[in-house]
């Protein structure tokens, strides 16, 4: 019963994180693993988990979802969805530790992109924009991301298309949120498929992000853009830290 109570917060707070600026697996995945879950197993789980509160988040901001770099959202979500799929294969193939050791330099380079969007973004729009193919291979690599680990990759979407010049964060969260969860929605199958998902803790986590999803985009849409931002730029240096001390401590 504690380990049912634990995960059901855990996923109430992690939805709201992804609904609000992303890194929810941050929390999900070390409590899935703290219950006994392995972690590749974790992954693929938490993934499951997280998705459902996803939906209910990307249903909320409908509304918002919109171009990003001039580019439409259907191929944005074309792009993002191969690499999704690339991903999750490669992590049913790859051990996780090889992945560990680079994870937290990844987010480390989300978060300086993060904290110099604004500046870069204007320099960027001033100098070049970006055209479709380069566009879709950084895209392309955020999906893979995503289906592999998908630990904070949607703030790494917000670091990536704030500096590719796409706008400020708060307006690029609708169409973020649209291309994590479908990203997701794919790496889903694949592990459903492959048996990889632990069902016995997924269910709890699963209601909890539900709700948490739900409340978090309700959050989101109202905070005006500056507190989006302090708020995504404080998970990411946190899951930065953490994922830093995970691996060096």
């Known amino acids: 019963m504690y380990d049912i109570i634990l995960l059901f917060l855990v996923g109430l707070l992690a939805g709201s994180m992804n609904a609000l600026a992303g890194g929810g697996s941050f929390v999900s995945l070390p409590a899935l693993i703290s219950v006994g879950v392995p972690s590749v197993a974790a992954n693929a789980t938490s993934t499951l988990a997280l998705f459902p509160g996803g939906v209910t988040s990307s249903w909320v901001y409908r509304d918002g979802v919109r171009s990003v770099c001039g580019i439409n959202v259907m191929p944005i979500a074309i792009v993002t969805v191969v690499g999704g799929v690339a991903g999750s294969?490669?992590?049913?193939?790859?051990?996780?530790?090889?992945?560990?050791?680079?994870?937290?330099?990844?987010?480390?380079v989300a978060?300086?992109?993060?904290?110099?969007?604004?500046?870069?973004?204007?320099?960027?729009?001033?100098q070049a924009r970006p055209n479709f193919l380069s566009f879709a291979t950084v895209q392309f690599f955020l999906g893979l991301y995503g289906g592999y680990f998908g630990g904070?990759?949607?703030?790494?979407?917000?670091a990536a298309w704030s500096a590719l010049g796409g706008g400020e964060i708060k307006s690029l969260n609708p169409t973020r949120m649209m291309m994590v969860t479908a990203a997701n929605a794919v790496a889903v199958v694949v592990f459903v498929l492959a048996g990889a998902i632990v069902w016995q803790e997924c269910i709890p986590m699963t209601i909890g992000a539900v709700i948490g999803g739900w409340i978090g985009a309700h959050v989101g849409r109202r905070l005006p853009a500056s507190v989006v931002r302090m708020l995504t730029l404080a998970v990411a240096?946190?899951?930065?830290?953490?994922?830093?001390?995970?691996?060096?401590?």
Do not use: E, N, Y
């Open 152 to 158: 904070a990759v949607g703030l790494m979407m917000l």
């Open 111 to 126: 978060t300086l992109m993060l904290a110099a969007g604004p500046r870069l973004s204007a320099k960027l729009r001033t």
């Open 89 to 108: 294969v490669l992590l049913l193939l790859t051990p996780s530790r090889i992945f560990d050791g680079i994870l937290p330099w990844l987010l480390l």
């Open 237 to 249: 240096l946190l899951t930065t830290v953490v994922f830093f001390s995970r691996a060096h401590l």
